[in-house]
């Protein structure tokens, strides 16, 4: 059972803007940075996102993300029919001895 | 560039215990301030943490599980491993290893284990 709540699904049209809510807690995204991953069909999951904002090398600037509070965000903008995929937010813990939690993951269809 | 791949039994019996093993290439496993990390994804369903192995020696593993989890290094061979006992069906699903930062930056292709009687 996570405990970073997304919304199960979120669509656009091509060139659109869309934006995926991940919310969290004090013990997590409150006081940890918040990361972002994409699951495309049938692969494994792929760093999008980390320390709240940050790109890692080869990722597109479309995406985006931010912090405010115990909320993270994802933008992905100028959506493409390839952005299609799985999207899940995570973040360390702090409670018991700590632990990495991920988001409930929001399918993006591209309409 | 960091690669990492997965390697082990597909098909256990309930209350075998799970080993899996993760080969890394592109860099040393024993690094300073290297996590380790597996994860698995039961199959329509989203991500759950299993626990990692930090090179400074310590383990953090995801609360549910950490009475049936250990994760450990083998520098000899560049892997760390997985051993989760009592399976049950619940513990079905696609197992990734992940790392070496914390926040999970290259993960393996996965590979799938079931359980089943």
Do not use: H, M
Request: proline residues 5%; glycine residues 10%.
């Amino acid at each position: 059972q996570s405990v970073l709540t997304q919304p199960p699904s979120a669509s656009g049209t091509p060139g659109q803007r869309v934006t995926i809510s991940c919310s969290g807690s004090s013990s997590n995204i409150g006081s940890n940075y918040a990361y972002w991953y994409q699951q495309l069909p049938g692969t494994a999951p792929k760093l999008l996102i980390y320390r709240n904002n940050q790109r890692p090398s080869g990722v597109p600037d479309r995406f985006s993300g931010s912090k405010s509070g115990t909320s993270a965000s994802l933008a992905i903008s100028g959506l493409r029919s390839e952005d299609e995929a799985d999207y899940y937010c995570a973040a360390w813990d702090d409670r018991l001895s700590g632990y990495y939690v991920f988001g409930t993951g929001t399918k993006v269809t591209v309409l | 560039q960091v690669q990492l791949q997965e390697s082990g039994p597909g098909l256990l019996k309930p209350s075998q215990t799970l080993s899996l093993t993760c080969t890394v290439s592109g860099g040393s496993i024993s690094s300073d301030d290297y996590y380790w990390n597996w994860i698995r994804q039961p199959a329509g369903k989203g991500l759950e943490w299993i626990g990692r192995f930090y090179t400074s020696g310590s383990t953090n593993y995801n609360p549910s599980l950490k009475s049936r989890v250990t994760i450990s290094l083998d520098t000899s061979k560049n892997q760390f491993s997985l051993k989760l006992s009592s399976v049950t069906a619940a513990d079905t699903a696609v197992y990734y290893c992940a790392g070496p930062q914390g926040f999970l930056d290259y993960w393996g292709q996965g590979t799938l284990v079931t359980v089943s009687s």
